[in-house]
């Protein structure tokens, strides 16, 4: 049974240029959430995909932006890179069906961006 | 007053002790609660649900005090693996998604 997977591991971007990151969510889940966790922070939510459309979003400026895919795979891409967006990126899947409320969320290992 | 806060530690323990810590949420992270574990470097992954009768899980014990707005984790007989950094999560916010505090790291000695 196939977990969240999150491509790359690690990137190295410099100010100004846009990356995408890409995640797979767990076999049979059809929600992805996007977090971003800066060092000796917790995770902050950035934004949640379900049915290929975006449901919610946290307090991230627009240069954070989403898909998601027929498959419920998803991308977040960022767009001229700060210093600050260097963080540790989590992608999580759950299943819509549940209460949103008791619903567990399952984390891929995350991609690591650093921005110089 | 931030939605989730947490004592951010480090506690150092020894092997065996019991070890509890205390989360404080305000009314936005109130719906629903969870512990999530974070060892170094690692994704978060879901310790416990929190359920407001209180549920234990082993040596794991949760408990929600909704008149003080607080949530304990109580960890009985401490293992090495068990040193992690541990993750408040309320649910809630305006858009209804999970909010977490900054962790308590917690380390366990021989």
């Known amino acids: 049974d196939a977990g969240v997977t999150q491509s790359p591991t690690h990137l190295i971007k410099t100010r100004g240029q846009q990356v995408t990151l890409r995640c797979s969510p767990k076999?049979?889940?059809?929600?992805v959430s996007w977090y971003q966790q800066a060092l000796g922070q917790g995770p902050q939510f950035i934004f949640q995909?379900?049915?290929?459309?975006?449901?919610q979003r946290g307090n991230f400026p627009d240069r954070f932006s989403g898909h998601q895919f027929p498959n419920y795979s998803s991308e977040l891409n960022v767009n001229a890179l700060l210093l600050g967006d260097s963080a540790l990126y989590l992608c999580?899947?759950?299943?819509?069906?549940?209460?949103?409320?008791?619903?567990?969320?399952?984390f891929g290992d995350g991609t690591r961006l650093s921005i110089l | 007053r931030k939605e989730v806060e947490q004592d951010p530690g480090p506690f150092n323990v020894p092997e065996g002790a019991t070890v509890a810590f205390n989360c404080t949420y305000s009314?936005?992270?109130?719906?629903?609660f969870f512990w999530y574990r974070q060892d170094c470097r690692k994704e978060p992954k879901l310790l416990m649900s929190?359920?407001?009768s209180g549920n234990e899980d082993g040596r794991f014990t949760a408990q929600l005090n909704r008149a003080s707005q607080y949530i304990s984790l109580l960890i009985r007989d401490s293992k090495l693996s068990d040193s992690a950094t541990y993750l408040c999560?309320?649910?809630?916010?305006?858009?209804?998604?999970?909010?977490f505090g900054k962790g308590t790291k917690l380390s366990v000695k021989p």
């Open positions: 929190v359920y407001s």
């Open positions: 999560v309320g649910y809630g916010g305006s858009q209804g998604n999970l909010i």
């Open positions: 995909y379900y049915e290929e459309e975006e449901r």
């Open positions: 999580a899947s759950s299943l819509r069906g549940w209460d949103r409320r008791f619903q567990p969320q399952h």
């Open positions: 076999s049979g889940h059809d929600t």
């Open positions: 009314n936005s992270a109130s719906q629903s």
